[in-house]
């Protein structure tokens, strides 16, 4: 008879120490055969470098999300990417992040990390991780992934098991015989609830159990060390947005720069609140160390 098997998948991190530290503690109380880190280590949060150090002293493979990457291309001023970019006040959080990600030396171990991998168990159906879907980093299993996409992922990939991240939501869906999951994010949810979220995989009987984890975490030291590692005083207003989203678990960046292109409106704080007047996009917190970041940070006023 087969052994039941267990394989945590977390991703999303994005520098955000405590979150990861809370969710590895949670991991390593069930002590899974395999825990994969599933991209998105890096970036937006303050604390990449430490996150990448928690990761690879627990000897936890990872693999390649979007936000690794970009500070990989941001670092050789990839062609790939706008050159305006590069002189945007608006980036400087990318540059700060990259910055960190190079002068700590994880260019390389960034460089080398697969987009996929697999989970071959006996007597159990394989398994395909990616950061994305395994057909793209920023292609996340979500709503608005449509049937077609769904249809086109599972005949060019099938596996019976796809397991994603990307979104920052968790999700579990079934298409066909295949079960399609969404792992959600460890360091920044977008569901409104701030416990740092991942995923247990639980093999039983020949099939695969989903267990959606959810994690309290230090808050108040996680939004704190926006304010204490320099990068909210350096590197500006997308930095200060990136602390909100951790504030009240809630994408707020994206929407605003896609906002920003539509309306061919500047990056700036004036413009910010311009875009909440406008779209009504609520910070409100789900607890009081969120509550009160977002007091501090001026980005919920109406007098900009
Ligand atoms: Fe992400
Ligand atoms: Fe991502």
């Known amino acids: 008879m087969s052994r039941d098997v267990s394989v945590a998948i977390l991703a999303d991190v994005h520098g955000i120490l405590p979150a990861f530290e809370a969710v590895a503690a949670d991991v390593e109380a069930q002590a899974p055969d ?87 168990e006996d007597d159990l159906p394989a398994v395909l991780v990616a950061h994305g879907s395994p057909r793209h980093y920023r292609e996340g299993y979500g709503r608005h992934l449509s049937d077609a996409a769904i249809s086109e992922i599972v005949e060019m990939h099938p596996y019976e098991v796809l397991v994603g991240s990307h979104t920052h939501i968790q999700m579990e869906r079934r298409w066909g015989h295949h079960l399609v999951l969404n792992s959600g994010a460890v360091g920044t949810p977008f569901d409104g609830d701030a416990r740092a979220q991942y995923l247990m995989l639980h093999g039983e009987g020949g099939r695969w159990r989903p267990e959606f984890r959810r994690v309290a975490y230090d808050r108040a030291a996680a939004l704190e060390a926006f304010a204490t590692s320099g990068y909210l005083g350096e590197a500006g207003l997308s930095a200060r947005l990136y602390q909100a989203e951790v504030a009240v678990a809630r994408s707020l960046l994206v929407p605003f720069q896609m906002w920003s292109e539509t309306h061919d409106e500047p990056r700036d704080e004036a413009a910010w609140h311009r875009f909440r007047r406008t779209v009504g996009r609520s910070l409100r917190a789900p607890d009081e160390a969120g509550a009160a970041a977002v007091e501090a940070s001026g980005l919920a006023t109406d007098d900009g």
């Open 34 to 120: 395999r825990v994969i880190v599933s991209g998105d280590m890096v970036n937006r949060g303050p604390q990449s470098p430490e996150v990448l150090d928690a990761i690879h002293a627990r000897g936890w493979e990872m693999l390649l999300g979007n936000h690794d990457d970009l500070l990989l291309m941001w670092t050789r001023r990839d062609p790939a990417l706008p050159a305006g970019w590069f002189d945007d006040p608006f980036w400087a959080s990318t540059a700060w992040c990259a910055a960190q990600v190079d002068a700590a030396g994880w260019g390389p171990t960034l460089a080398g990390l697969p987009m996929t991998t697999r989970i071959v």
